[in-house]
């Protein structure tokens, strides 16, 4: 298992901005990480990936306004997500695939 820790949700404004960060225990060199984000009706919906290896992915309700990235030496994978919509509004959790394991999440709220 690998500990997984997002920070950096909160309320925002429809167009603003917010930059999530997932901090793993372990290295996540050349390990997919996924971020992921829950509604109000606990549905679970995939939001981007990031390999590591520049082939980043993302859900088309998002593409265009959300850029995932990471730091390998701090175990660190970033969501920045811009052009916000109310839409947007959930727990964002992240995902480490070669462990199957979830962080606890950060809620973000777009609404004015």
């Known amino acids: 298992q690998v500990h997984l820790v997002e920070t950096g949700g909160g309320l925002v404004q429809p167009g603003g901005s917010l930059r999530l960060s997932c901090v793993a225990s372990?290295?996540?060199?050349?390990?997919?990480i996924d971020w992921y984000r829950q509604g109000p009706g606990n549905e679970r919906e995939w939001v981007a990936h990031?390999?590591?290896?520049?082939?980043?992915k993302y859900a088309d309700s998002v593409k265009g306004r959300f850029t995932v990235s990471r730091d390998n030496a701090k175990n660190t994978v970033y969501l920045q997500m811009n052009r916000l919509k109310p839409e947007d509004t959930g727990i964002y959790l992240c995902?480490?695939?070669?462990?199957?394991?979830w962080g606890q999440g950060t809620q973000v709220t777009v609404s004015s």
């Open positions: 995902h480490a695939r070669y462990t199957d394991s």
């Open positions: 372990d290295t996540i060199r050349s390990r997919v």
């Open positions: 990031s390999t590591g290896g520049g082939n980043e």
